[in-house]
């Protein structure tokens, strides 16, 4: 475990970039873990984090390799080191930064798993129809409708407010990363199952309240210390209702839906900076890599009508 004075920096630094830049309690948990894992490999081989050169980094991203770390952790590793360090430098911890010349590994280009349309149908199907009663249903439905009509995160779906959804607008204000607001438009099957939803837990709602229980404000809400639905939970029914529309669990997940939405809008003829808006990406270069889509159907199309291409 990092010595107190380490674990103060890391602390301090952890709360400075949940200020400014509104990272999400999953990111700052990330970065914690990274920067304590890296804090005890320098403490046992080298002058500690707060003193570490550069070869002593370079020393702990080999011993990484070595024990077999995937590139794209090693990466994010060294990110979350190269941004402490930068803030360390900021706040007159240290004279120089001793990661400013070091390259990371980077991260495999990696195509992402995705649905075809038929699947994601069977899919939304299923949640209909998944439930032990009438208001889990609805609820399901709603959850499936809505991730795959607007590409939403996990996280950003189930801790939707309910008060968006109200009056079925045809536009859903979102909050997503570093607390940036996005608005992504609404289907009519989407708005349907949030209809038939907010009805079932407004009367929830109500039995609840004559109990004197406090109203939750959330879409999905539970009794957990989140008040909402929690992003494991959500995960687990969406295996639950892969698995039921005859599709193997372990190709599925909310991220893969989210993936679904992009490429199957992509496919149908949409701007890639018009789903890069959609995904809440800040930058183009996230949302490139559902250019083998593109590829996919500019291959078809000189396939089908370039006079040399046909037999």
């Known amino acids: 475990m990092p010595d107190a004075a380490t674990r103060r920096q890391i602390s301090t630094f952890l709360d400075a970039i949940a200020a400014e830049k509104g990272s999400a309690r999953n990111t700052l948990l990330a970065y914690g873990r990274d ?11 080298g002058p500690g984090l707060a003193e570490a050169q550069a070869d002593d980094i370079e020393g702990y991203l080999v011993a990484l390799d ?11 590793r060294l990110s979350a080191l190269k941004q402490f360090y930068r803030f360390a430098y900021d706040e007159g911890w240290r004279g120089d930064n001793p990661t400013l010349r070091i390259d990371g590994p980077g991260r495999a280009q990696r195509l992402p798993g995705t649905l075809t349309q ?9 949640a209909r129809d998944h439930g032990p009663d009438p208001a889990t249903r609805a609820r399901n439905a709603c959850l499936f409708e809505l991730l795959y009509a607007t590409g939403l995160r996990v996280s950003e779906l189930v801790g939707l407010p309910h008060a968006a959804l109200r009056g079925a607008p045809e ?6 990363k570093g607390n940036k607001d996005r608005l992504v438009p609404l289907s ?13 837990r407004d009367r929830a709602e109500d039995v609840e309240r004559a109990k004197g229980k406090p109203a939750s404000k959330f879409l999905f809400p539970a009794r957990g210390e989140a008040g909402h639905m929690t992003r494991m939970r959500f995960h687990g029914l969406v295996k639950e209702v892969a698995t039921r529309a005859g599709l193997d669990p372990e190709r599925v997940s909310p991220h893969v839906l989210r993936h679904a939405f992009a490429t199957h809008l992509l496919a ?5 900076r018009v789903i890069q808006t959609l995904l809440g990406h800040a930058d183009l270069g996230s949302t490139e890599i559902y250019t083998h889509v593109l590829d996919e159907r500019l291959r078809a199309l000189v396939m089908d009508h370039h006079p040399l291409a046909r037999d």
């Open 35 to 45: 920067l304590s894992h890296a804090a005890d490999w320098l403490g046992d081989h």
């Open 66 to 76: 070595a024990e077999g770390m995937s590139r794209a952790t090693r990466a994010r």
């Open 118 to 126: 038929d699947e994601v149908a069977r899919m939304l199907d299923v």
């Open 171 to 176: 536009m859903l204000m979102v909050r997503g």
């Open 188 to 200: 009519d099957p989407a708005r349907a199952a949030v209809a038939v939803w907010l009805s079932h």
């Open 268 to 272: 149908g003829g949409a701007d890639l």
